[in-house]
């Protein structure tokens, strides 16, 4: 059995970062499907929806302000938090020991 007793802070940064990215664009995509059918629904409200010019924005605004905005967001939550996890993990495996793990 080997034993992990470190995980590189940057590694696990970019792995994050990279990780999280992908699943912000999943996201982006999700929430600009959304928020597209939201702003022409609007826009069908007739004399209801006349009032509010911000609905017909809301399905071009948000729909390609989520695929770029989601991506970046999450890509650098995520890289953060798993080079913060890294760390905490080199401690407490600094303690007990690493993960033993069976490689073949």
């Given at each position: 059995?080997?034993?992990?007793?470190?995980?590189?802070?940057?590694?696990?940064?970019?792995?994050?970062?990279?990780?999280?990215?992908?699943?912000?664009?999943?996201?982006?995509?999700?929430?600009?499907?959304?928020?597209?059918?939201?702003?022409?629904?609007?826009?069908?409200?007739?004399?209801?929806?006349?009032?509010?010019?911000?609905?017909?924005?809301?399905?071009?605004?948000?729909?390609?302000?989520?695929?770029?905005?989601?991506?970046?967001?999450?890509?650098?939550?995520?890289?953060?938090?798993a080079a913060l996890g890294a760390v905490i993990y080199n401690v407490v495996a600094g303690?007990?020991?690493g993960l033993e793990v069976d490689i073949s």
């Open positions: 059995m080997a034993q992990l007793r470190h995980i590189s802070p940057g590694s696990a940064f970019k792995v994050g970062l990279v990780l999280y990215a992908l699943l912000g664009v999943f996201i982006g995509l999700l929430v600009a499907c959304f928020s597209m059918i939201a702003g022409s629904l609007g826009n069908m409200a007739g004399t209801a929806g006349a009032g509010i010019p911000s609905m017909r924005l809301m399905g071009f605004g948000m729909g390609f302000g989520a695929i770029i905005f989601f991506p970046i967001f999450y890509g650098i939550i995520g890289g953060v938090f303690w007990v020991g």
